[in-house]
């Protein structure tokens, strides 16, 4: 009998793992030029409809296609303040953050999370009443309180109020000195890892994402990480002096080896990886997933996102 019951539990993890547990309403997906398609993603727990933004370069524009697309219901401004609880930002620089300082005068009370130096440049340089009004509660006064800051610790899980999903936040190297942020977010034992902009530790002279992936590799060896979003802003001619601390085909391949060193290649086949922020101009947008799809050595499952197409995990 207790065999039994052993094999049922194995069978019954290996279900529960294979369930889908996240939904993700891609708002932009670019890594600059077009304003109405920059870094943005709406993720929550499959079948709610309370959402946190990763990142907020568009919000209005890709809101207004996701209603189109049925993916979200009555209009743009509603949904702003209704279904998007709270921003995580990764980032300082404006195609990350735009959306969410624009829309800040119709949006509602909420949560900006992120780590200190992120925070930092939102209340000196873009909620400062030298650039914008200040939303937040922290800052130049006078204070409007609509915003809260959340200042994140590196490493320390914390709540995601209103969506029943934790956060954790790392350092990622942006171009020395300047940092970003990777987001590990949990709803019960499932896990979606999403990194702002980061360039290769090797081009970085830093080791930030393999202390990333040091952290995430038994997620992914137990199949409670469900999926990656990493930026590949540039094709492989770009010369590493000027990627300005992003990464190219060759450098995303060379960074998810060194995960697959730690937990194992087997656990990369087929993993989902989501390759955001492609900067528009000349022919990267069919050059990228050309070259990520001609050198794939791990076998994991590559998907280019759409504004307002649907992703689940």
């Not at 300082?92 to 735009?98: K, S």
């Not at 809260?148 to 709540?159: F, K, R």
Request: charged residues 15%.
């Amino acid at each position: 009998m207790k065999s039994v019951f052993t094999a049922l539990t194995i069978v019954f993890s290996q279900f529960a793992y294979a369930q889908t547990s996240f939904q993700v309403i891609p708002l932009g997906v670019k890594g600059g030029t077009d304003e109405s398609n920059l870094s943005a993603y709406m993720i929550a727990p499959m079948g709610s409809d309370n959402y946190v933004c990763l990142d907020a370069g568009t919000l209005h524009y890709g809101i207004e296609k996701a209603i189109h697309a049925k993916l979200l219901s009555g209009n743009a401004a509603d949904v702003l303040k209704r279904n998007i609880k709270g921003f995580l930002i990764s980032h300082g620089h404006l195609d990350h953050l735009a959306g969410m300082v624009i829309n800040s005068p119709d949006d509602s009370t909420k949560q900006i999370y992120g780590l200190d130096y992120c925070l930092d440049i939102l209340k000196d340089k873009y909620f400062s009443w030298k650039s914008w009004a200040n939303f937040a509660d922290e800052g130049e006064k006078p204070l409007l309180n609509k915003y809260h800051y959340t200042l994140l610790s590196p490493g320390v899980e914390a709540p995601l109020q209103n969506t029943g999903m934790q956060v954790t936040a790392f350092p990622l190297a942006h171009s020395s000195p300047y940092q970003s942020t990777a987001f590990l977010v949990r709803h019960h034992e499932a896990y979606v890892l999403y990194l702002g902009d980061t360039g290769a530790d090797s081009v970085e002279h830093a080791d930030k994402l393999h202390q990333l992936w040091q952290q995430v590799a038994p997620l992914l060896k137990s199949k409670q990480l469900k999926g990656l979003f990493i930026e590949v802003s540039f094709a492989n001619q770009q010369a590493d002096k000027l990627l300005f601390g992003h990464l190219t085909p060759h450098w995303l391949m060379s960074e998810l080896q060194d995960l697959a060193s730690l937990a194992g290649a087997s656990a990369l086949k087929d993993f989902p990886v989501v390759i955001t922020h492609i900067k528009p101009g000349g022919n990267r947008e069919q050059l990228i997933p050309q070259q990520l799809k001609a050198y794939n050595p791990l076998q994991v499952k590559l998907i280019i996102p759409e504004q307002a197409k649907l992703l689940k995990f």
